[in-house]
């Protein structure tokens, strides 16, 4: 497998085999459980040939100098009359979210065992989506990114709609509003950038800075703001924050492993790759001389990073369901990932990267759990429940082990990510990052107070019986733990591949 061969198709392989597995549900019967079965064939076939690509993938020098090290490059002409490419490709930041993609999809079918309510309609949906993200994260074409970026949002709408909660309907919905008016955002920026140059390729676009280095350094901001605003709305940032409980509540407990591990990164990856990759003189201290010192985007960042870790974790302090406190703990963890970019530096934009990592796969794994929980009380109110770790040790013990994940603690893989995060902005925001370092306290609190109150203290007497978690679910828990502590305890098998990436990011803002 020559990761520098042109045209090798091994990438676009990997994208489009969920769209195979899902044409082959379309056309077998849905008994013994077989759409459950191609779908969990057809994901662990595309993990297994994304570890293949990640195996092989050569990570440049960090000293090399080099602004791009894109591997595994398919190209070919797609639409000639608009100059647009089929143009996908992988480097260090794409395979980190692939990987993320491929892990969480298995998680997700197996989690989805027990889905019996039209199966083959919901296993082509899930398989669609996956080969959407695929395509945002490998996508090195602005249309060809746009329209993969806007082909997630249809599965996801039908499969909170049809298989969530009472109110499905209204949570679908928002979803769909708040993110498909979001990326009108995003098409207007990337047609001004073709109208304005020509072509949709960012490897053009990046390499000879022609964005719209042409037109003042004014509309240049606000050029950035805007496609900022779409991404913001994905990660999500407050206040754009508010369609993500909704969502998370409603949704299947394997979609909700899907929106919190994987497609809450699309946000944060459309900052650094498009954001960065397109408007490096926005990010540039001459900016703030030009305009004034309101200008200084690494701060807005980390202003912007600061209010979303404090205010989800008071958010989620402040609940009463579990899945609400999860789904607020995630907005403030993706606060992290802001507060690591505003850096602007190798140490922030590394932390920024592996926190998308770790947070995918700890948040996935909580929200299994609250699916376990629910599945056997049909409740979240943590009122209700109790000393569930009487009935349920095994459960119980799992849920401990991610939640100190989820608070950071050394041989934790989050504890890297933050301490990188930490690390990077103190050096440009000392006064913001001491600030957002006081939610490491509030994020001990609430997920504490979530712990003993589920599954902690007296028991309910109705909930005696309650069998413990089951081979399947003890399989998902076990991979995603031992993910967490094998990247919590060696993070240079991340840290090599991402590392190199984040100097090509710095080269590219220091053009």
């Known amino acids: 497998m020559d990761p520098l061969a042109y045209n090798s198709f091994i990438l676009t392989l990997l994208i489009f085999l969920p769209i195979l597995g899902s044409l082959f549900i379309v056309f077998l019967p849905e008994k013994n459980k077989l759409p459950h079965k191609i779908a969990l064939t057809f994901s662990i076939i595309t993990f297994f040939l994304s570890l293949a690509i990640a195996l092989n993938f050569r990570p440049l020098p960090t000293n090399s100098g080099e602004i791009f090290n894109f591997q595994f490059i398919d190209k070919f ?43 083959k309609v919901y296993f082509f949906l899930a398989l669609v989506m996956q080969t959407a993200v695929y395509g945002v994260f490998t996508s090195l074409d602005l249309f060809l990114f746009f329209i993969m970026w806007e082909l997630e949002l249809i599965p996801m709408y039908f499969l909170i709609g049809i298989w969530g909660g009472p109110r499905r309907e209204y949570a ?65 940032m407050v206040p754009f924050h508010t369609w993500l409980p909704d969502a998370h509540v409603e949704a299947p407990t394997a979609m909700s492993i899907i929106l919190a591990g994987v497609l809450l990164k699309m946000g944060s990856y459309g900052m650094i790759r498009f954001g960065f990759g397109l408007f490096p003189n926005v990010l540039k201290t001459e900016l703030t001389q030009q305009l004034g010192s309101w200008a200084n985007v690494g701060l807005w960042l980390a202003i912007l990073g600061t209010l979303n870790i404090l205010y989800g974790a008071f958010l989620a302090l402040a609940q009463t369901d579990m899945k609400k406190v999860i789904a607020y703990s995630s907005v403030s963890h993706m606060g992290f990932v802001l507060l690591g970019m ?52 095994i459960a119980g013990a799992f849920f401990v082990a991610i939640s100190l994940a989820g608070v950071a603690v050394p041989g934790m893989n989050s504890f890297v990510s933050e301490f990188l995060v930490f690390l990077g902005a103190f050096q440009s925001h000392p006064y913001l990052t001491a600030f957002a370092a ?74």
């Open 342 to 393: 505003s850096g602007l530096n190798p140490s922030g934009i590394n932390g920024a990267i592996l926190q998308m990592f770790t947070h995918g796969t700890i948040t996935a794994l909580m929200f299994l759990f609250v699916g376990v929980v629910y599945d056997r009380t049909h409740t979240r109110e943590i009122a209700k429940l109790g000393g569930l770790g009487k009935q349920m040790p």
């Open 438 to 511: 006081s939610s490491v306290i509030f994020g001990a609190a609430y997920t504490l107070w979530l712990n003993e109150r589920v599954f902690f203290g007296p028991m309910p007497s109705n909930w005696k019986g309650l069998p413990d978690i089951n081979k399947i679910e003890t399989f998902n828990a076990v991979l995603l733990l031992t993910i967490v502590l094998v990247t919590g305890l060696y993070p240079s098998l991340l840290m090599d591949i991402i590392n190199p990436a984040t100097k090509q990011i710095i080269n590219i803002l220091a053009v």
């Open 172 to 236: 679908a919905m928002k979803f769909l509003l708040y993110t498909s008016f979001a990326g009108a955002f995003m098409l207007i920026v990337f047609i001004a950038i073709y109208f304005n140059t020509g072509t949709f390729d960012y490897i053009e676009l990046v390499q000879n800075n022609r964005a719209f280095t042409n037109l003042s350094i004014g509309l240049q901001l606000l050029a950035f703001t805007s496609l900022f605003l779409c991404f913001a709305v994905k990660l999500p």
């Open 77 to 119: 002409k797609w639409i000639p009359f608009i100059n647009t490419s089929y143009h996908v490709a992988i480097d260090g930041l794409s395979i980190t979210m692939v990987l993320l993609t491929s892990l969480i999809m298995i998680v997700a079918v197996l989690a989805s065992w027990n889905v019996s309510k039209m199966p």
